[in-house]
């Protein structure tokens, strides 16, 4: 469990996509976005972006609402949903213009039309800007309330024929508890989808992870706070978790 086998990712990637949580651009605050985070992680993007691997970014909306929480507060599910799907695109936005800011080209993309301020998706078309060397971002999520940012990211990775989803959290992988609270929890190097799945890990929710495992779609979890961290994980260097088939798949 706490060793990686040979060959459990080979090489570098060609094509990924980074499933960013909206948490992670808050950076110390609690709420909203950190101008010097986003910039950071803006920055991480491009040295992945210029080291010739072609890359989309499915983002979330957690740090300005999340859907969940207006259900439990006794909104109507697809409401919040959508409002959910609405922060994402406030993210994109943000993230978007943090990483032209730094020189590089980049197109959002949205799965809610709001044609003033990105594309509407088009999977050819996102396809076409990844060849043309432009950093994708998707968001609204699918534009489907009831399904999660998770969802979406594994569902866009299929769609643009991705080699991997890379998970980027605050925490430098998939643990047997809690870290923050429990000492004694160890990380895992390696899963298969059925482990993390039975386990209830919580790496992505069920529907992302299904989606994977059926398509055979590796999912490497690592601390994207890390500086280079991404550009290992992209490198094909043992980094975080790496979550693959099963055995017998």
């Given at each position: 469990?706490?060793?990686?086998?040979?060959?459990?990712?080979?090489?570098?990637?060609?094509?990924?996509?980074?499933?960013?949580?909206?948490?992670?651009?808050?950076?110390?605050?609690?709420?909203?976005?950190d101008?010097?985070?986003?910039r950071?992680?803006?920055?991480?993007?491009?040295?992945?972006?210029?080291?010739?691997?072609?890359?989309?970014?499915?983002?979330?909306?957690?740090?300005?609402?999340?859907?969940?929480?207006?259900?439990?507060?006794?909104?109507?599910?697809a409401?919040?949903?959508?409002?959910?799907?609405?922060?994402?695109?406030?993210?994109?936005?943000?993230?978007?213009?943090?990483i032209?800011?730094?020189?590089?080209f980049?197109?959002?993309?949205?799965a809610?039309?709001?044609?003033?301020?990105?594309?509407?998706?088009?999977?050819?078309?996102?396809?076409?800007h990844?060849?043309?060397?432009?950093?994708?971002?998707?968001?609204?999520g699918?534009?489907?309330?009831?399904?999660?940012?998770?969802t979406?990211?594994?569902?866009?990775?299929?769609?643009?024929?991705?080699?991997?989803?890379?998970?980027?959290?605050?925490?430098?992988?998939?643990?047997?508890?809690?870290?923050?609270?429990?000492?004694?929890?160890?990380?895992?190097?390696?899963?298969?989808?059925?482990?993390?799945?039975?386990?209830?890990?919580?790496v992505?929710?069920?529907?992302?992870?299904?989606?994977?495992?059926?398509?055979?779609?590796?999912?490497?979890?690592?601390?994207?706070?890390?500086?280079?961290?991404?550009?290992?994980?992209?490198?094909?260097?043992?980094?975080?978790?790496?979550?693959?088939?099963?055995?017998?798949?």
């Amino acid at each position: 469990m706490d060793q990686a086998p040979a060959g459990a990712v080979r090489g570098k990637f060609g094509r990924v996509l980074l499933k960013l949580s909206g948490e992670v651009l808050m950076g110390t605050s609690a709420f909203g976005i950190d101008t010097d985070t986003i910039r950071r992680i803006a920055g991480e993007l491009i040295r992945v972006k210029r080291s010739g691997v072609e890359l989309a970014v499915v983002i979330g909306g957690g740090n300005i609402f999340r859907g969940m929480s207006g259900t439990a507060s006794g909104m109507d599910r697809a409401s919040a949903d959508y409002m959910g799907m609405l922060a994402t695109v406030m993210n994109a936005i943000a993230l978007q213009d943090a990483i032209e800011q730094q020189g590089e080209f980049v197109r959002v993309i949205s799965a809610l039309h709001i044609r003033e301020v990105a594309e509407p998706y088009i999977r050819r078309r996102a396809v076409r800007h990844l060849e043309k060397g432009r950093i994708l971002i998707f968001a609204a999520g699918t534009g489907n309330p009831y399904f999660t940012t998770d969802t979406a990211a594994s569902l866009r990775a299929m769609e643009i024929q991705a080699d991997a989803v890379l998970k980027g959290t605050k925490v430098d992988g998939v643990y047997t508890a809690d870290p923050k609270k429990h000492a004694d929890a160890r990380r895992y190097h390696t899963l298969t989808f059925s482990e993390a799945l039975e386990k209830r890990l919580g790496v992505m929710d069920a529907t992302a992870m299904s989606l994977c495992r059926d398509n055979g779609m590796p999912v490497i979890v690592f601390d994207v706070t890390r500086p280079g961290e991404m550009l290992r994980a992209v490198s094909g260097e043992q980094v975080g978790t790496i979550v693959r088939e099963d055995e017998d798949g």
